[in-house]
């Protein structure tokens, strides 16, 4: 029986829904904090000039991007940071969890349609019947998120009032929780969901027979030399060049670290680290890179691949929403966003990538704009001080720059994309 749906259920959520109105009534009387920029550039001053002009106006404490041309040049800037600071990615992290679960199925270890229950038994409730496929595509009908308990609702709501962290102490028992009182929608199509990942990365895990954190790093990470890239499970995993994180409004965030909540959206990276992997998805050799490959159709256009949303050439629909011609490339990408940090890394089909991350709350998705015309990250079109691809790999660093992000918990579907950020 799902207990979540009897009337006892009703006053524990009253009294969360109370306490989270009450938190934000308190604290959203405090006045914000401004923050900007350092005017110092480290690396390309000229490329942070150009994501500037593209990404949503805001306040920001440091940011850092990287731009990879068709003719495999880089380009690297930040402000605040380097290309070796590390910055929570948020839901970018996703594409991570996909490329685990691209890469099982192709070591034979789960079919697409493998069940969740098959692999998790103690998940009975409607999730036990969900296939692996639906939960890296979103469409397994699962909510966005799940509950443990009225004092993790309180904690998820009430933690954007309090920059804290949602995601604290939330080990495999309260995800199989969660995953047990959740209500399956069968048949709804797309619908975000980072609960489905956190599911996802379990049921890969135990196919695995191997923790989530040793596959991420074994499978992934070291195979592409991603050594500055850290799963945040407990506060320990913070590492020391870590870049703070702020609100929207300034005020310093909480690191989520996310205990078993991890696979859909705490990972810490850096610009020079994924650089190195999009230029691996970029010529696929990277680890379940297959996990870029449309599965399904996307609400406002597009399709989705395991984690991925691609938009394709033109896109006319999209463009006369956001004032651009019908000359767009297809573009594969990710963004993420939660308390305290902002990503995003899109592809696109001419082999040019582009990598913003922010210590901020504030979305960066517009940086795609940057690749969206084909050979606009050629580096002939303008001198820079990035260097060569080959270069890059022989000094092991990217040049300068920061990372930055999160799950963003807000779906916007405007120009249709989807934000995956805010409460994940």
Known sequence: ????????????????????????????????????????????????????????????????????????????????????????????????????????????????????????????????????????????????????????????????????????????????????????????????????????????ARAAGAPYRELLETRILAPLGMHETVLLETAGDVPAHAAAGYTATGDRSAYWWSGAASPSGALMSTVHDLTLYARALLDGSAPGASAMEPQAARPGGGEVGYAWHIEPAGAEGDSEEVGRGSDRQTVTWHNGMNGGFASVLGLGADGSAIIVLSSTAVDVTGALDLVEAPGAGDASQEANTGTSASEEAASGRSGSGEVGARRAGSENLSAGRVESGEVR
């Not at 009534?25 to 006045?31: E, S």
């Not at 679960?101 to 789960?110: L, N, S, T």
């Not at 019947?129 to 709501?157: K, N, Q, Y």
């Open 1 to 204: 029986m799902d207990i979540s749906r009897t009337p006892r259920r009703r006053t524990p959520l009253l009294i969360a829904l109370t306490a989270a109105a009450a938190a934000a009534l308190v604290l959203t009387a405090v006045a914000p904090v401004h923050r900007t920029l350092p005017a110092e550039a480290h690396g390309d001053a000229a490329l942070l000039d150009e994501v500037a002009a593209a990404v949503e106006p805001g306040a920001r404490e440091a940011l850092t991007a990287a731009l990879i041309g068709p003719d495999g040049t880089v380009r690297t800037g930040g402000r605040g940071a380097d290309a070796h600071t590390a910055f929570e990615i948020a839901s970018l992290t996703k594409t991570f969890t996909a490329a685990l679960f691209a890469d099982a199925v192709e070591r034979g270890e789960v079919e697409p349609e493998t069940t969740l229950g098959e692999l998790v038994p103690e998940v009975t409730g409607e999730a036990a019947e969900v296939p692996l496929v639906s939960l890296a595509t979103h469409t397994s009908g699962l909510p966005r998120l799940g509950f443990a308990g009225p004092l993790h609702m309180v904690r998820t709501f009430a933690a954007p009032y309090y920059a804290g962290n949602p995601y604290a102490g939330i080990d495999e028992g309260d995800l199989v929780t969660m995953l047990n009182r959740a209500s399956v929608t069968p048949g709804q199509g797309f619908e975000y969901s980072n609960l489905g990942f956190d599911a996802l990365g379990l049921a890969v």
